[in-house]
């Protein structure tokens, strides 16, 4: 039976006091122990995967697989096997270990369907990794932007630009024009955890302060699962992947992470609830990594109703 953890259901009384109670009768059917059919045959579908990971320092890294369509796949309901490898540089590369938990996000753009899952890597092949799956769940197509992908030819071995707590403009420029970010974090005894984050181009905010680039982001209404925000309530440390969808190139972030609740800050944000504040420690930007690029997006309509900064 699905349940929700002490960090979310934290959040979740945050918001009301009978939250908590109500969402978990909504865990009871949500969260699974296993993937629907409908979950297994999306996934197979995919030309990229979104996978959360934890270093050896307990850092969460937020990493993208891409591959033909059918590079994941599921023999039965507790198992996706992955094809495919990072890319040299990415720091999953180091973190996909036996039993190495990870979280696992399945995003189709052009449609708007994503589904989650995660669990624990059971077997490493030469060509990727297998996933036994401890949770299971759905989730909305909101403030997700519409694109179509197109392969390319396979990239050589990415050059890798490593990023310090003072992030470079070229990395700042990335995270002040995008669309779209994907947020990893994770909770001991609670497992991994990789999700989505959308919003107008200037939803992230980067400002340079002394010794650190400090990011912050909105949290727009959603599910009240509180999956991410949950997590970084039981850890404060947290991992941001930026795509250019141009270039194929990719930002990883690693830092901690803070809820700022209320204030001006967050009243001045059309369709805030909260604020996310990001205080960079580390990065790399994985230039062409790719073999995908995307079409010009089609934004959601729930953006009509948030701001930017």
Not at 114 to 126: K, P, S
Request: with cysteine; hydrophobic share 40%.
């Amino acid at each position: 039976m699905g349940r929700f953890h002490e960090g979310e259901q934290q959040l979740q009384a945050r918001v009301h006091p009978a939250l908590p109670k109500r969402m978990a009768r909504t865990a009871e059917i949500a969260l699974r122990d296993f993937m629907p059919d409908q979950h297994r045959d999306f996934f197979a579908l995919l030309p990229t995967l979104v996978v959360g990971s934890v270093d050896d320092a307990g850092r969460p890294w937020a990493s993208m697989l891409a591959g033909k369509p059918g590079f994941v796949t599921s023999p039965d309901p507790v198992t996706l096997q992955v094809s495919a490898k990072p890319a040299p540089g990415d720091m999953l590369a180091q973190n996909l270990k036996q039993n190495a938990q990870l979280g696992i996000l399945g995003l189709q753009p052009e449609t708007r369907r994503r589904n989650r899952m995660n669990g624990r890597v059971t077997h490493l092949q030469d060509d990727g990794f297998t996933v036994h799956v401890e949770q299971s769940f759905g989730n909305c197509p909101q403030y997700i932007q519409a694109r179509l992908p197109r392969l390319v030819g396979a990239p050589a071995e990415p050059p890798v630009k490593p990023e310090d707590s003072v992030l470079s403009p070229r990395a700042a420029l990335m995270l002040a024009e995008t669309d779209t970010l994907f947020i990893a974090t994770h909770a001991k005894d609670e497992g991994v955890d990789v999700s989505h984050r959308g919003g107008k181009p200037g939803f992230v905010r980067v400002e340079q302060r002394a010794g650190f680039t400090q990011l912050t982001l909105p949290d727009f209404r959603g599910n009240n699962f509180f999956n991410t925000l949950g997590n970084i309530a039981l850890d404060s440390r947290a991992g941001l992947l930026v795509v250019n969808y141009d270039s194929g190139d990719l930002l990883q972030i690693t830092g901690q992470a803070e809820i700022v609740w209320d204030g001006p800050e967050v009243e001045r944000f059309q369709g805030a609830l909260r604020l996310l504040r990001l205080r960079v420690e580390e990065g790399r930007i994985l230039q062409g990594a790719l073999p995908i690029r995307w079409s010009q997006p089609a934004y959601a309509m729930q953006l009509l109703e948030t701001g930017s900064w």
